[in-house]
């Protein structure tokens, strides 16, 4: 298998080849003689995590950690010995994947918790522990049928619970698709076949969609049409609820530059009759993802459209690692977990209601919102105007009186839609009803800092 990985790692400097065999070599040392419950030698796991890594280029820091993963909690090494052999950083982030003693913790429940939380906050100062630890998942969801069914099933509800959010965080849309896939396959084998026969049918409805799109767009500019699905299981719960075929179907539209892009959303509106207020322009945000987005009628059909760069596309494909693999990026990707992991660990000292807290809104969709000069503010689902406020600028929101939202005035306890214009009406003295407001926080932003004005 090292030639494998070697093979891929084409990319690498030279500097960093030996770095990569040297941690190899280090890795095989260490597991020699483990064994996985298959009767596989224990090292074919952290080399096929590396492998996954190696499939998007990740750097050398987060392969060398990748390799090492399992080090210090499987085997006599300790994080000392990674710090002397291969740094601190790397040491660092084998530390934030390392479990703590379960002798350590009194209950089943407290030591899920904790793991989380000191993972999470591990990520928090460098997000390759997130992206390993994720990657790691996967593989152990590739190789799930050597458990028993007992542990099957909690494993993947914990997926879908934990990595497939964590992946959504990191733009790792790949990786979240499988974990998804193979969760749902545990959870609800029935269900899973009815719904990949379903997602089958809709597949070629797409099919044939992109082609008379193709076909009608006689355009000068070059572009390019494919379709994207939601993950399977994500899949399953909208075609359940009877959501409209746009939720889970999208056409991809990718040309070369931005202008190109306004280009052919113009000229589907005028072929297509567009759907009023779904047109998205997330070209100069400051999000992720730059794109232009539209609904259209098409074969008595609604169908969302987006129209991407070929620049975006790449953004979108790599997710996190687009930033990791540029030096000058790479403060960028921290902004990927912004700070609600933090806010949380702030909020509470204890493990496992950290835990509700982060699980809560990890499920979260996040909506953006805009102030009236538009500037982008993002929440979580069921956010009110309150923890818009606060997340937007807490001096502001304590002296905060009253609000819009698109231009009509609105109780401050009103959930935010996405992509609602908020203005909030603020006087020079701060508002007394803060207890009453902690009823309507959503978001840790705010209880968080309502509490602080309490205490």
């Not at 390759?128 to 509800?157: C, E, F, G």
Request: hydrophobic share 40%.
């Amino acid at each position: 298998m090292q030639e494998i990985l070697f093979t891929k790692a084409f990319y690498l400097q030279q500097a960093e080849l030996e770095q990569l065999r040297m941690a190899i070599g280090f890795a095989e040392q260490a597991h020699a003689g483990q064994y996985r419950i298959s009767g596989e030698p224990y090292i074919i796991h952290p080399f096929a995590v590396t492998e996954i890594l190696l499939d998007y280029q990740a750097d050398i820091t987060t392969l060398i950690a990748a390799l090492l993963h399992d080090v210090v909690e499987d085997t006599h090494y300790t994080t000392e010995d990674i710090t002397q052999q291969f740094g601190t950083k790397i040491a660092m982030i084998v530390e934030g994947l390392t479990k703590v003693d379960k002798k350590d913790v009194t209950g089943k429940d407290e030591y899920k918790a904790i793991n989380l939380k000191k993972l999470l906050l591990a990520a928090q100062m460098d997000i390759r522990v997130a992206i390993i630890k994720v990657v790691d998942r996967l593989h152990n969801m590739r190789t799930l049928q050597v458990k028993t069914a007992q542990k099957q099933v909690p494993y993947a509800s914990e997926t879908l619970k934990i990595f497939s959010p964590l992946c959504k965080k990191l733009k790792l849309s790949y990786i979240r698709r499988e974990l998804e896939e193979l969760s749902f396959f545990y959870l609800k084998p029935s269900k899973y076949d009815k719904t990949k026969h379903c997602l089958k049918q809709y597949e070629q409805l797409l099919e044939r969609l992109s082609q008379t799109l193709q076909t009608s767009l006689a355009s000068t500019i070059p572009f390019t049409i494919s379709y994207e699905m939601e993950p399977m299981y994500s899949a399953y719960s909208k075609i359940k609820d009877n959501e409209e075929f746009a939720a889970i179907a999208k056409m991809i539209i990718t040309t070369s530059n931005a202008l190109d892009c306004y280009q052919l959303v113009g000229d589907i509106h005028q072929m297509y009759q567009p759907i009023p207020h779904r047109f998205e322009d997330n070209m100069t945000n400051r999000t992720f993802n730059h794109y232009l987005k539209t609904t259209i009628m098409l074969d008595h059909l609604q169908l969302d459209i987006i129209i991407e760069t070929t620049e975006n596309r790449l953004r979108r494909e790599q997710g996190v690692f687009y930033f990791l693999t540029d030096a000058t990026r790479e403060h960028q990707a921290h902004q990927l977990m912004d700070t609600f992991i933090l806010t949380n660990h702030q909020l509470t000292q204890n493990a496992i209601e950290f835990y509700d807290f982060i699980t809560f809104e990890l499920l979260q969709e996040t909506i953006t919102a805009f102030t009236p000069a538009l500037d982008t503010v993002y929440l979580p689902q069921d956010a009110t105007i309150i923890d818009f406020a606060f997340t937007l600028n807490p001096a502001l929101a304590k002296r905060m009186f009253g609000a819009k939202i698109n231009g009509v005035e609105k109780p401050l306890t009103t959930k935010v839609a996405h992509l609602d214009i908020v203005e909030l009406l603020v006087a020079n003295q701060e508002n007394q009803n803060l207890n009453e407001w902690l009823n309507f926080a959503n978001s840790s932003k705010a209880q968080f800092a309502i509490n602080q004005e309490l205490a």
